[in-house]
């Protein structure tokens, strides 16, 4: 059992890293991560609402939608979740925390349409994951995104320095860093079978 | 006369989207699923197709509810109207083409959230009337479609050795480049090149390909 989720934990972070092996979330990680400060509060913040969207989108699959036969429903439910959720921690969060608020608020507007917090509802659904493993698979993949925000920002601090070739500045010399950063991460592959 | 003036100007919404706003390369918008389903020119083909159909589709049911919706619940109601029409998608996917589901049935799903939809929705088609919010979603989805099978060759070829299927050299010159990271070199240098042209014969701005890089 405890093996089984250390397995999904290392494979979603690592060896299925939703940056460099899924290509998802990319618009927010080439968006955020030319400053590390940016990098590590939407880190935090992706990893939080992806956990706990994982866990309220398997209770409303499993209660809910395989019980009536809606299952063809899931993408607009699964939407509905995740914005509904922003949407209440952003009016929590402004009344309990404000400092927390005024760091973080701005990241959680971004969250609701991204592929990387849908994406984690529509694997627990599609792997038949039961509530725990759904719960690994959230915070492995958050886990995985943070490793990658980090990377990528500590990288892209050095690359204001460097002398890039006119038509590589911006956007195109961070699709080759980004290449290259994959291809280092295609030695975890043979890390644990799956 | 008039007539004359409304298809050319159909024309331009169409070429708009196709070259001047490419959605991949000029706007660097829903850059997720580009890379990551483009190892061949057919899968960048069917991705492609599936999101020219939600696109115009999209853009005229936006425009034919733009009176009826209020501005206020805007959002949450286009979000709805995509969302059906990615389900519509997703089953004649799973329906009809097995195989291709199963690559890329993820990545299908997840054209609901690709910002280009929703920011045409909310830029043209809610304050367009449904012939031109419809050629603009064709051209949007025309040029998206193009890129991915651009995407698509240049990964087949260099990685396979073959343009759609049809085999030009023989075993895989290169393999690094149907691998997942292949994806990211390959745009990322499809990138500069359209930069290179665009700041040599038309003088463009420098740093380009795209804006901030999220929605």
Same mark, same amino acid.
């Given at each position: 059992?405890?093996?089984?989720?250390?397995?999904?934990?290392?494979?979603?972070?690592?060896?299925?890293?939703?940056?460099?092996?899924?290509?998802?979330?990319?618009?927010?990680?080439?968006?955020?991560?030319?400053?590390?400060?940016?990098?590590?509060?939407?880190?935090?913040?992706?990893?939080?609402?992806?956990?706990?969207?994982?866990?309220?989108?398997?209770?409303?699959?499993?209660?809910?939608?395989?019980?009536?036969?809606?299952?063809?429903?899931?993408?607009?439910?699964?939407?509905?979740?995740?914005?509904?959720?922003?949407?209440?921690?952003?009016?929590?969060?402004?009344?309990?925390?404000?400092?927390?608020?005024?760091?973080?608020?701005?990241?959680?507007?971004?969250?609701?349409?991204?592929?990387?917090?849908?994406?984690?509802?529509?694997?627990?659904?599609?792997?038949?994951?039961?509530?725990?493993?759904?719960?690994?698979?959230?915070?492995?993949?958050?886990?995985?995104?943070?490793?990658?925000?980090?990377?990528?920002?500590?990288?892209?601090?050095?690359?204001?320095?460097?002398?890039?070739?006119?038509?590589?500045?911006?956007?195109?010399?961070?699709?080759?860093?980004?290449?290259?950063?994959?291809?280092?991460?295609?030695?975890?592959?043979?890390?644990?079978?799956? | 006369?008039?007539?004359?003036?409304?298809?050319?100007?159909?024309?331009?919404?169409?070429?708009?989207?196709?070259?001047?706003?490419?959605?991949?390369?000029?706007?660097?918008?829903?850059?997720?699923?580009?890379?990551?389903?483009?190892?061949?020119?057919?899968?960048?083909?069917?991705?492609?197709?599936?999101?020219?159909?939600?696109?115009?589709?999209?853009?005229?049911?936006?425009?034919?509810?733009?009176?009826?919706?209020?501005?206020?619940?805007?959002?949450?109601?286009?979000?709805?109207?995509?969302?059906?029409?990615?389900?519509?998608?997703?089953?004649?996917?799973?329906?009809?083409?097995?195989?291709?589901?199963?690559?890329?049935?993820?990545?299908?799903?997840?054209?609901?959230?690709?910002?280009?939809?929703?920011?045409?929705?909310? &830029? @043209?088609?809610?304050?367009?009337?449904?012939?031109?919010?419809?050629?603009? =979603?064709? /051209?949007? !989805?025309? $040029?998206?479609?193009?890129?991915?099978?651009?995407?698509?060759?240049?990964?087949?070829?260099?990685?396979?050795?073959?343009?759609?299927?049809?085999?030009?050299?023989?075993?895989?010159?290169?393999?690094?480049?149907?691998?997942?990271?292949?994806?990211?070199?390959?745009?990322?240098?499809?990138?500069? &090149? @359209?930069?290179?042209?665009?700041?040599?014969?038309?003088?463009?701005?420098? =740093?380009? /390909?795209? !804006?901030? $890089?999220?929605?």
């Amino acid at each position: 059992m405890l093996k089984d989720l250390f397995t999904i934990f290392i494979a979603s972070a690592v060896i299925n890293n939703f940056v460099f092996t899924r290509y998802l979330g990319l618009c927010i990680f080439f968006g955020v991560s030319k400053k590390m400060e940016t990098a590590l509060g939407m880190s935090m913040t992706f990893t939080a609402v992806m956990v706990i969207s994982a866990a309220l989108s398997w209770l409303v699959y499993r209660l809910v939608m395989l019980p009536l036969h809606i299952e063809f429903l899931r993408i607009v439910l699964f939407i509905g979740i995740v914005a509904g959720f922003v949407q209440f921690a952003d009016t929590m969060l402004k009344k309990l925390n404000p400092t927390l608020y005024y760091k973080l608020g701005i990241y959680l507007v971004l969250i609701t349409t991204n592929c990387i917090i849908l994406a984690v509802p529509l694997l627990n659904a599609d792997n038949n994951y039961n509530f725990l493993q759904s719960l690994t698979l959230g915070l492995g993949s958050g886990a995985g995104f943070s490793l990658a925000l980090i990377i990528m920002a500590s990288i892209r601090e050095r690359l204001e320095l460097a002398n890039v070739p006119k038509p590589f500045q911006g956007m195109p010399i961070a699709f080759i860093v980004t290449g290259l950063i994959a291809l280092a991460f295609l030695g975890f592959s043979g890390l644990i079978t799956i | 006369m008039k007539t004359n003036f409304m298809a050319t100007s159909y024309k331009k919404l169409i070429l708009n989207g196709i070259f001047s706003e490419n959605p991949v390369f000029r706007l660097a918008l829903s850059l997720c699923p580009a890379v990551a389903v483009t190892t061949s020119v057919k899968n960048g083909f069917l991705m492609g197709v599936a999101v020219l159909f939600v696109m115009t589709m999209v853009n005229i049911t936006v425009s034919l509810f733009r009176n009826l919706i209020n501005p206020k619940v805007r959002i949450p109601a286009y979000i709805l109207i995509i969302a059906t029409y990615v389900s519509i998608t997703e089953m004649m996917m799973r329906a009809y083409s097995r195989t291709a589901y199963k690559q890329m049935g993820l990545y299908i799903q997840l054209i609901v959230v690709f910002a280009i939809i929703i920011s045409r929705a909310e &830029l @043209f088609a809610s304050r367009n009337k449904v012939l031109p919010s419809a050629a603009d =979603g064709l /051209g949007m !989805g025309l $040029g998206f479609l193009g890129a991915l099978v651009l995407v698509g060759a240049v990964r087949e070829l260099i990685g396979n050795g073959s343009i759609a299927g049809f085999h030009i050299t023989h075993g895989s010159p290169l393999l690094i480049m149907v691998l997942p990271t292949g994806g990211f070199f390959a745009i990322g240098l499809l990138m500069g &090149l @359209f930069n290179w042209i665009d700041q040599k014969y038309y003088g463009g701005r420098p =740093g380009g /390909g795209g !804006g901030g $890089g999220h929605h």
